[in-house]
T-cell receptor, first 111, second 113 residues
Framework: GDSVTQMEGPVTLSEEAFLTINCTYT??????LFWYVQYPGEGLQLLLK?????DKGSNKGFEATYRKETTSFHLEKGSVQVSDSAVYFC??????????FGKGTRLSVIA | NAGVTQTPKFQVLKTGQSMTLQCAQD?????MYWYRQDPGMGLRLIYY???????DKGEVPNGYNVSRLNKREFSLRLESAAPSQTSVYFC????????????FGSGTRLTVV
């Protein structure tokens, strides 16, 4: 079945550092890909998405490019802030199946 | 807009007790979902309802039942709670279509002792 694998955390960075969180997927057909963010004590919020190969999703300084050849959707940000501390989930939808999540990566940014 | 509203936010149950988690959305979405979140496991789908009047099992349905009461409401019932059901439960909704993301509620933290 469809699955998402993302790098295990926790990831700890200093403020203004560059962030990469790796995400790869296995899916039949042509999935849509998503990154969700969960701040402490809250539900998940959609951060960005891409619905076809080579699309780049972006929001709040975060970016991810849908790479069909490497089945990847890595999340990047050029300069993280303390307020970016959260858990990040990579996810996909393929066909009629509901959203499938990776296990999440906890990011801590220290001042 | 309220989006997706879950009640209660916190609950402690004794083993064997029953309870119903409530979820309502005000976005006129067709599809609704129940996930559970456990440390190191990400989110796992319990049940979903692709449209009013239909429900389907997800990855971890055992010990749960659901009711799609109407287009707005989708409830999750634990008939006889077990400690293994201690988790954070999230309800979500979406419009049909693979390109649409889900809108999540803020979660119910359930502890079964």
């Amino acid at each position: 079945g469809d699955s998402v694998t993302q790098m295990e955390g926790p990831v700890t960075l200093s403020e203004e550092a560059f962030l990469t969180i790796n995400c790869t997927y296995t899916a039949t057909g042509y999935p849509s890909l998503f990154w969700y963010v969960q701040y402490p004590g809250e539900g998940l919020q959609l951060l960005l998405k891409a619905t076809k190969a080579d699309d780049k999703g972006s929001n709040k300084g975060f970016e991810a490019t849908y790479r069909k050849e490497t089945t990847s959707f890595h999340l990047e940000k050029g300069s993280v802030q303390v307020s970016d501390s959260a858990v990040y989930f990579c996810a996909l939808i393929s066909g009629n199946t509901p959203l499938v999540f990776g296990k999440g990566t906890r990011l801590s940014v220290i001042a | 807009n309220a989006g997706v509203t879950q009640t209660p936010k916190f609950q402690v149950l004794k083993t064997g007790q029953s309870m119903t988690l409530q979820c309502a959305q005000d976005m006129n979405h067709n599809s609704m979902y129940w996930y559970r979140q456990d440390p190191g496991m990400g989110l796992r789908l319990i049940y979903y309802s692709a449209s009013e009047g239909t429900t389907d099992k997800g990855e971890v349905p055992n010990g749960y039942n659901v009711s799609r009461l109407n287009k707005r409401e989708f409830s999750l019932r634990l008939e006889s709670a077990a400690p293994s059901q201690t988790s954070v439960y999230f309800c979500a909704s979406s419009e049909s279509g693979v390109g649409n993301g889900y809108t999540f509620g803020s979660g119910t933290r359930l502890t079964v002792v």
